[in-house]
């Protein structure tokens, strides 16, 4: 194999790596945005669950304040 040859060659292999790693970076980015939405909705679920125990803990509050009197 000439030196033309083997450079080929590795430049051959080089563009299969960069190949590999584009599709995998594309299913990498593509699982992110799938787990960034998920975890979106499940931070304002977790929000809007978080304020209505607050207000169930402050109308328990109130309810034992009055009941103490």
């Not at 194999?1 to 299969?16: F, L, P």
């Not at 970076?25 to 978080?50: C, H, K």
């Amino acid at each position: 194999m000439s030196v033309d040859e083997k450079i080929e060659d590795i430049r051959q292999t080089i563009a299969k790596i960069h190949r590999g790693l584009y599709k995998f970076n594309q299913q990498l980015n593509g699982t992110l945005t799938g787990l960034d939405s998920a975890l979106s909705s499940f931070d304002q679920e977790f929000q809007r669950i978080s304020s209505s125990v607050s207000v169930v803990k402050n109308d328990v509050t109130n309810i034992l304040k009055h009941v103490r009197v």
